[in-house]
């Protein structure tokens, strides 16, 4: 797993992940310095994960290939013709057809049969970093606040939300039989390195994805709460499979109850960085006393 075309394909895929994470500003404004067509064609080297990863494995594929350099292209062509027409800045079609397509192919592992056993997390993060080309870099979309250089206040909301949503779902979740406490001590490695793990890879994407850009588009067309209160159903329908091989509507109702806080959270600044240690905290809480 940890070959040395592994390794620098992780470092590939994370590159514009946390260029565009702490540099966003300076990368926003060398942007406009290429042409139109270079500027859209640019994401295609999001393939190249692909293909050190598979050709290392031996399980290269011509049509996955032509997925992976094709698609970040298709969603930055498609963000380019948004900003274009929407000349009142409230969002179109396109923005939502984008996030559809993203939203599912992680939730519904459209392309997971790609990667070999186990590197899977190559597709959500590459598929992360076309939406960020695509939204902050093309479409150019305010009001993200995908900045991970965290604040006092970041910390602040986010452990105030995480302080009221969690007795209310450990509270529910005990009653409803889904959550249940561990019953030994987890290792200390765990408190190091599940926070970290999470909020990377976990929160920061979903976050990003949720309340960055979904409820940030939502709330241009259907105003602030009720764009809260969609957006926490979306987030709360994407667990709908996990934990079970049937609709887990446990855990949808859990998630959907955390999407509130979580949107609470990011839109008191508008910070992703302060939804996404919300939910840090509460996927830590749970992965470390609770399953």
């Known amino acids: 797993m940890f070959t ?8 590939f895929t994370l590159i514009p992940f946390l260029s565009a994470a702490f540099f966003a500003d300076r990368l926003a404004s060398l942007a406009p310095i290429s042409s139109t067509p ?9 393939c190249i994960p692909y293909i050190l990863v598979t050709t290392s494995a031996g399980t290269f594929s011509w049509r996955w290939l032509a997925l992976y350099a094709l698609l970040p292209v298709a969603i930055a062509t498609l963000l380019h013709q948004a900003r274009q027409a929407d000349t009142h800045n409230r969002g179109n079609w396109r923005d939502y057809l984008i996030l559809a397509t993203l939203g599912l192919a992680v939730d519904l592992r459209w392309f997971e049969p790609a990667w070999p056993p186990h590197l ?10 076309a939406g960020i080309y ?11 606040g995908f900045d991970l250089r965290l604040r006092a206040r970041d910390f602040a909301t986010g452990l105030r939300e995480f302080a009221i949503y969690a007795p209310i779902a450990i509270a ?12 030994a001590w987890p290792p200390l490695i765990q408190f190091a390195i599940a926070p970290i793990f999470t909020f990377f890879f976990i929160a920061i994407p979903e976050e ?27 987030f709360g329908l ?17 998630a959907a109850i955390a999407g509130i806080f979580y949107g609470r959270a990011w839109r008191q600044q ?12 509460v996927d830590s809480l749970w992965s470390l006393w609770l399953r």
């Open 4 to 11: 040395p075309a592994n390794i620098v394909a992780a470092i």
């Open 38 to 46: 270079i500027r859209l064609l640019r994401p295609a080297v999001l």
């Open 120 to 129: 899977a997390i190559f597709n959500k993060i590459i598929l992360l970093d």
């Open 134 to 144: 695509g939204f902050l870099f093309i479409r150019q979309l305010d009001s993200v």
């Open 172 to 183: 529910l979740g005990l009653a409803l039989g889904f959550l249940h406490f561990h019953a």
């Open 208 to 234: 990003l994805f949720f309340r960055g850009w979904t409820q940030n588009l939502l709330e241009r067309r259907i105003g602030r709460t009720p764009a809260l209160i969609l957006t926490a159903i979306l």
């Open 238 to 254: 994407s667990h709908f499979n996990k934990r079970a091989a049937h609709f887990n509507w446990r855990y949808v109702l859990l």
């Open 270 to 281: 508008r910070r992703v960085g302060a939804s996404a240690i919300t939910h840090t905290a």
